[in-house]
């Protein structure tokens, strides 16, 4: 009996995908970064949430204590940072699936996210077809001096309603 509870407990533990939590940065196909999101756990769910965006000048600028942008794709117009735009993220097993949303647009699709070669790799599909992305992880020099780094287990979801 104490042989199997102790393979059950390891089993659950060789099915459970790694932890997709923290800070990710996405990047624009040449290369300069775009985007810092936060991904956190809250009530067994998983929620990714827009930090801060950098502007031409590879600043970032537009960020969840000072936001400028507004998501014109959701209902209310509200600011692009602070947005939750991934959001009812479940553990699969080998990956964690749920949705996200284009915040510009307000088209919602499924995805998956996994992590590869410790990056973020951010799958958005629509039936069988779908586009990879990846967000890697974030350092110190991509915050700027005296930036607040936020506490992701504080953080609240707030799904936003596509227009």
Known sequence: MKKMFIFLCCSALLTAAEDITGLWKSLKDNGEPQCIFGVYEHAGSYYGKIIGTYDDA?????????PIGRADGVVGNPHTCGLDILYDLQDSGISFKGKIMDP?????????LWLQNGNLIVRGKVLMFGKNITWHPTHAKDFPKGFKIPNLKTLTPQIPQPK
């Open 104 to 112: 510009l647009k307000g088209n919602v699709y499924n995805c998956e």
């Open 58 to 66: 590879g600043i970032l600028a537009d960020t969840i204590y000072k």
